[in-house]
């Protein structure tokens, strides 16, 4: 899936630390249902692993705003769609952007803000149905992921690992994972429609970037 819910970046996250704990590949993991049997103890495993997680991210030294900005700066006129933090090797961000006709995969150092592989590039034809329909309403909204990723550090007082677009009530928002204190949270931002968006609210935007968005709301990731 090129476009990830709130569910799938949280999953991501799990696994990458999951990898580094047991050393063995895996599958990203499902969501589990509290009233099926061993959710108490996938819970208290989930736990384990956030606090894995936010330790290794409170060690790096680049920030998920930079790591955009890097990604970007490759392609210029490119936007991110999505990115996360990797710990399943060396700590990296994983970058998607798109312009135009391409998409492509980045990999960011989190402590040296190198590129640590090989990029990756496909065309919009290889998206399926759902995530095209994403990348081309991306084309009419005016806020950026960036901007998504600065009101949520603000709003919950932390550090943004992971963003990108989902559907909400089939509006497209922004979900940005944060870690804040010794937990994670996930905060959905939701763009203003371009018609709605007049000059005198993309100037407030720019003085205040709370302004940029209809609604916000932040909730605990487990």
Known sequence: MFLMSKKHLFALIIWSATLVATGADADVPQTVDASTPGAETQGD??????????????TTHVPLSRAMAIAERLHEGSRTTDINFDI??????????????RVWENVVDANTGGIAEKETVASLKELDREDLANIVALKWIKQELSEAVQVAEKATAGNALAGGLTRQDGKLTFVVVVASGDDLKEVMLEPPKVEKLSSNRHYAHSRDGDQAFQAMVITDSR
């Not at 384990?48 to 991210?57: D, L, N, W």
Request: aromatic share 8%.
């Open 88 to 101: 399943s090797g060396p700590p990296v961000y994983r970058v998607r952007t798109v312009r135009n006709e």
């Open 45 to 58: 495993t989930d736990e384990a692993v956030v606090r894995r997680v936010i330790a290794q991210f409170h």
